[in-house]
């Protein structure tokens, strides 16, 4: 009996030993079924050690090896040991993002095998011999012949009684399976525009890259043809005979991008990776992307686990997006283990955005990644105008500038069309009493309340918690109780009273939840059945709306009050990225931003377009501050139901860090405070600080307290280390 090291799903920092009557470098990265305990359990093995810790004797054989489960690639096996060092979390659990959902493993075998076939020396000679009577067998031949191969499921799309005869003919001999990836013709037509000289440049230097690690970044204005050269570099990867990971904030919102890019790559295998895909499709894709026979994957950041063989490119789309951190479990940025995962593959990867992360420009400054600039847009006409126009004045209406209001008449009046934004961070609406100045808190969090008019009730946005408008207020009985703060629903309404005659739609993620409801929203917008919208921060993701060309922002000046340092930088990420929503084709467009402060810096860069300017303000800050790029950052983060529980848990994790960071050079640790948001769904929240100048010293640390939080936390008190903290609530 040999050795098995197995990595189970099970929140313990260590592995286990397993005997197996075979055993060797091809065991690594398959999956087993074993015994915990009195659990059954599905792991990976992770390493074939010639010895255990444990005695012999005391180890359990595992139950078999659970084939029918994708194995996890050498390259994943180390991309999850990284991770799972990196972010403080087990190994057994960081190594389910690298396999298909548990639990629905057992659908896998009775999914389609995405493959092709072809037509040995036999079955050419065979064919010739079938009786004129053998219907099917004939079509399907008809299929099979002068191909150099087929899809298995084109060829069951034609009839799908083809699968006993495929069975048949494969095991008589007279077809063989071959990756579909053969399908492809190296000549394969790509439909891309000509480029222009700085795209040009762009993909040469990715191109050049192949084979090698290359970080990219790739900073270009909104419609400045960043697209176009991940389609082009990916179109010649592909040619190569690679395959290509493209990660995207969210896939649901972009169903243009799928499109367009099976539009470029009319000859390539494109498969998506998302959490909302159907079981069986995200378990199809991840066969694909495994067997290599998928040359384009298009995913979220789970994708970036995804079993590729011939993986050559990887991109990163709107690498700034907050969409790329995990929030929960693993708390891991795709876009970070994207770069890692290029370094083990030998592979460019391309980091692309209007508004790159300071962490993503730094590491460009530094000479490690190569920024590659795109100056101008790539279709013709000038950048949006923008106006900053006070937020409060004597004619503002129903909380809207006069001069927007101007603005939006002359969009209806020509027929184009407008979206108003509200930046929703701290701005949603709540329901104030005007006499005594309560107001509606949320039980079981430190919230407020949210006013949904339409259901006509008051809802928490952090539990979920819901109750019905009051009539009056419960302290002071005053029946005059106002929705204080705008939403998107109130200022819809506002909008409906301005312009009665306008076709007013609400896009957020309400309006939205419903399956397809955004795709039929998405329709409307296109088909101009639609004069405005009104939109939180989904509706500035990646769309092109040929007719719109007012885009009106609210409440922008909350960004500026935040508590969180990243406050800004999101701000101006969200005000460009809204800002390339207003003109894309031929009519200009024209952004209104309603502020008290039009001197603010932020502002001022924005006014310029100039992302460099307002980079440049905003590090300066940082490095005075030590702030992340120039240090890294770590929570301890706590809840539990008591407070006196995870007060006396952080105090004493507190100390002992003390104790531990004195032995790491330049690792700082802060007293524990309560989160922003200090009670959520019930649960007391706090968390603890750790700063570092450089990341070896911090992860020393973090593994030294990690070890010796997991054993001195007290049952009561859930708590998780979250580092490159992206929100520090
Ligand atoms: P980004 O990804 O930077 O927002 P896109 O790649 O989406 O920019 O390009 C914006 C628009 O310009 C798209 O409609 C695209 O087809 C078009 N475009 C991009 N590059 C060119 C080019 N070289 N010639 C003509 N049109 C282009
Ligand atoms: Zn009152
Ligand atoms: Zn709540």
Redesign the pocket.
């Known amino acids: 009996m040999k050795l098995l090291r197995v990595a189970l799903p099970v929140p313990v920092y260590r592995e286990f030993d397993y005997l197996s009557p075979d055993a060797g470098a091809e065991s690594l990265g398959r999956c087993v079924r074993v015994r915990l305990g009195p659990r059954r359990l599905l792991g990976v093995v992770v390493a074939t050690p010639g010895e255990s810790a444990v005695p012999r004797e005391t180890l359990l054989a595992i139950e078999g090896y659970a084939d029918d489960v994708p194995r996890v690639p050498p390259d994943v096996l180390t991309l999850a040991r990284f991770a799972a060092d990196y972010y403080q979390y087990p190994l057994g659990l960081t190594l389910a993002h690298a396999v298909p959902p548990r639990g629905r493993q057992s659908a896998l075998s009775r999914v389609e095998q995405p493959s092709a076939y072809r037509l040995t020396e036999a079955g050419i000679a065979g064919i010739r011999g079938l009786p004129a009577g053998a219907r099917r067998q004939i079509e399907l031949a008809a299929a099979l012949q002068g191909r150099p191969s087929v899809p298995r499921a084109e060829l069951l799309a034609g009839a799908p009684s083809a699968r006993a005869l495929l069975g048949r003919w494969l095991g008589c001999g007279w077809i063989e399976s071959v990756p579909a990836a053969a399908d492809t013709k190296r000549d394969g037509t790509v439909i891309l ?4 000289t700085g ?1 040009r440049a762009a993909v040469q230097a990715i191109v050049a890259a192949a084979g090698t690690f290359q970080p990219f970044l790739l900073h ?10 991940y389609l082009s570099a990916a179109a010649a990867v592909i040619a190569d005979g690679q395959q290509v990971l493209m990660l995207v904030p969210e896939i649901n919102l972009t169903p243009q991008l799928a499109d367009r890019i099976r539009r470029a790559l009319p000859f390539a295998r494109i498969v998506q990776l998302h959490s909302n895909l159907p079981d069986t499709q995200r378990l199809v894709a991840w066969r694909e992307a495994a067997e290599g026979t998928a040359q384009f994957v298009l995913g979220t950041r789970l994708a970036v686990f995804a079993p590729l063989p011939r993986l050559g490119l990887i991109v990163v789309d709107e690498e700034h997006d907050l969409s790329y951190k995990q929030q929960d479990g693993l708390r891991y940025v795709a876009r970070d283990l994207a770069v890692y995962r290029a370094r083990l593959r030998n592979a460019p990867v391309v980091l ?1 955005s ?1 508004t790159p992360a300071l962490e993503t420009l730094w590491q460009a400054r530094g000479g490690r990644y190569r920024l590659l600039s ?1 100056h101008d ?3 013709a006409g000038a950048p949006p105008s923008i106006r900053l126009v006070p937020q409060r004045d004597k004619q503002t209406m129903g909380g809207i500038a006069a001069a927007l209001r101007a603005a939006i008449e002359a969009r209806l009046a020509r027929g184009e069309q407008s979206l108003l934004f509200i930046n929703r961070r701290g701005y949603a609406p709540s329901l104030l009493c005007v006499a005594c100045a309560w107001a509606a808190h949320c039980q079981r969090c430190s919230a407020r309340l949210v006013v949904h008019l339409e259901e006509k009730c008051l809802r928490c946005h952090h539990c979920g918690y819901e109750e019905p408008i009051a009539r009056a207020c419960p302290m002071c009985g005053n029946q005059d109780l106002l929705p204080l703060g705008f939403g998107t629903q109130r200022l819809e309404a506002v909008l409906k009273e301005l312009f009665p005659t306008a076709r007013i739609a609400r896009i957020d993620a309400d309006s939205t939840r419903r399956k397809g409801s955004w795709i039929a929203l998405l329709g409307a917008i296109l088909g101009r059945e639609l004069d405005i919208l009104v939109g939180t921060q989904m509706m500035v993701k ?1 769309h ?1 709306f040929p007719g719109l060309t007012l885009v009106g922002v609210l409440g922008a000046d909350n960004a500026l009050y935040s508590a969180d340092f990243r406050a800004t930088e999101r701000l101006f990420a969200q005000l460009t990225q809204v800002a ?1 929503r207003a003109g ?1 084709a031929d009519l200009p467009g024209e952004v209104i931003i309603q502020t008290d402060f039009p001197a603010h810096p932020l502002y001022q860069s924005l006014l310029r377009h100039d992302y460099h300017a307002h980079a440049e303000a905003v590090l300066a800050e940082r490095r005075q501050l030590e702030l992340p790029p120039y240090s890294r950052l770590a929570l301890l983060r706590a809840e539990a139901s008591r407070r006196t529980a995870i007060e006396r848990f952080l105090a004493a994790a507190h100390i002992q860090g003390q104790v531990f960071a004195a032995g790491f050079a330049g690792v700082r640790i802060f007293p524990a405070v309560a989160a922003r948001m200090a009670r959520r769904a019930g649960f007391e929240r706090a968390h603890i600080l750790v700063q570092s100048a450089t990341m070896k010293p911090l992860q020393g640390f973090l593994g030294t307290w990690r070890a010796w939080l997991t054993d001195h936390a007290p049952r009561n008190v859930r708590w998780g280390i979250d580092v490159d903290p992206q929100e520090l609530d």
């Open positions: 525009p000509e480029l222009n795209q270009g204005v909104t419609a400045s043809g960043k697209t176009e050269v692309g209007a795109l847009r790539a279709i990646g092109d390339g894309r």
